[in-house]
DNA sequence: AATGAATGAGCATTCATTCAT
DNA sequence: GATGAATGAATGCTCATTCAT
């Protein structure tokens, strides 16, 4: 599977590379992807020389932020699928993606913006996630409780467009359960 | 109330504000607000200085640019709203308002990211689409053709969600379809 | 033969452009390649901005003052050999490019770092000037004046290293003229 | 006099300090001064901290490898200075100088360039070279073979500029054979 | 009114040098 | 002594905006 043979890295330096990955995180979706690299490295507490050292490009700190969210989303999706009831596991796991994607849309567009094909280390994070996804419509739909003309892709893009839904509204809880009430009632047979 | 005082301006003057207008909606919309403001200028075929004569601020070019679209989503609103059945219109409208955002969404988030009151000037046509959408959805709920506890936000929270979902898949119709007959489908009452 | 359609350009920028040029030239040389573009700009007495839109690339600057100084040689060149004796051209002719090359070898070697085909644009001159002088000692070695075994090559690479060997002295005129003397007789058939 | 109080120096550490030495004359010389100090430490095997525990500037590393050149070239003009002829030593030792020096003007310029008195620690070789250079020309003009009224800051820009005639041909012997036969006979009396 | 040259703050990135491990 | 992570000043370049022509 080839892969970079990669030394362990120090104590300090691992401690250095989170706090800029947590830093990154939080600033990208909070306030965009043209926060500039000196501020993040400035909020992280380090010098903008020890950011490039750890991620060579700006374009590579946004691939390892969204990296490590896929990862994230793909453990997350691991454990819920190994859930008992098939129709619950999916709709558990569609609101657990959509409540962990918000903001991410900014950071995706960037990135299919920067180029070619960024997409090579996103490949494996997504390719996982999407086969973990398939897998629990896949269930769903043999329990009866998503319509089966539903494939994959519409499947990931209601989750886009819900997460965008529930940026649009505030923070009041009642207006989002809605928003999932008819995307829920919108996916069941009919 | 009632605007500036604009003097008519002059016919050569008007164009170049419509091609720089027409130059920008296109070219936000496909290759995202990065653009610089000069290269929009050279396609209109007009010089820097004239861009900015017209739009003080290259916020303001994106805001004239969410203005129209704004009015004429709301004129196209209008004309479905006139239409005879209530359901039926709300549907069409729901369909044809997304259609007309995609790739809105950026344009949307470059202005919220801009800062405080550049809705200033956007109030005027989301204040009067936002009515005619509010007169749309009240007429089907009365219709019985839309769960009654849905709220506009919520609906206009869907339309972003829907636009944004459909911004995800390709061309191919038919996935696209059945994305409009989840959100159809799950608005209708249960 | 090709080339750009070139606006005349305004009578300021021309003028900018001319200093920034001046400026670079005699920065380059005395001061090497080092120096920041934005130290070239001030000592224009323009901003950075102003230097980026006449030469769009610190190497297009380097560039640029290389052809200015390789189509002053061409010219030269030119008057030179128009002259009466070949020989007389030839030597007169030599020793003018000689001392107009002081400096300019770390331009050209900065240039040749730089890249693979900067010399699209130098090729121009280069091969006028190469012209000129092959001419030149065609003319010389007819007349009996210069070894018959030399070849354009060769001869070039005496003026780069007659150049050099100047350098390395001081202002004191009577070593360099020496210097002269042992390259002139040298190149004198034997 | 009799410079600092040095500890004779660990085994690996000698050997450490030759390799950085040897790496930085191969690439200095092949690819120029600006190699970033990380990759010579890189290619020698070595981390930068070691370097820079030998040589506590870039500069330093400059000079020492400038240094250890012109030691090499003391020793082997020597060598040749107590053979036979001193016409033969004379023309022997100015090809072999010429032939050792290629690729060493950038050195040289660079270290000019770095400021004051880099010329401190080359004093000491360069003194020796030119005491041996200047018995070499005395014995071959006293021989008649060299023009009289030629003096060693001649005989040296004639080194340098010879060095930099070659570097301009490429790698085929003939051409190159005829710039030493053209600066030979130049340098013989006339 | 239109033009496009000029401006300069701002940004990503590099690299000699230091210092904790 | 050796290591390499951290530092931050410096650099080339961009782009929204202004203003002389």
Known sequence: MGGAQERPLRADAARNRARLLDVATEVFTTRGVGVPTEEIARI???????LFRHFPTKE???EAVMVRRLEEMAARTAQLAAGADPAEAFFACFRLLVEQSEGKNELAGALAAAGVDVHASLQGP???IQGRLGDLLAGAQRAGAVRPELGLPEFVALLAGTGRALEQLGADPAPRERIFEVVFDGMRPH
Chains 1, 2, 3, 4 share one sequence.
């Open 60 to 62: 590579a700190l946004l």
């Open 126 to 128: 997504t390719m996982e």
């Open 44 to 50: 992280a507490g380090v010098g903008v020389g020890t």
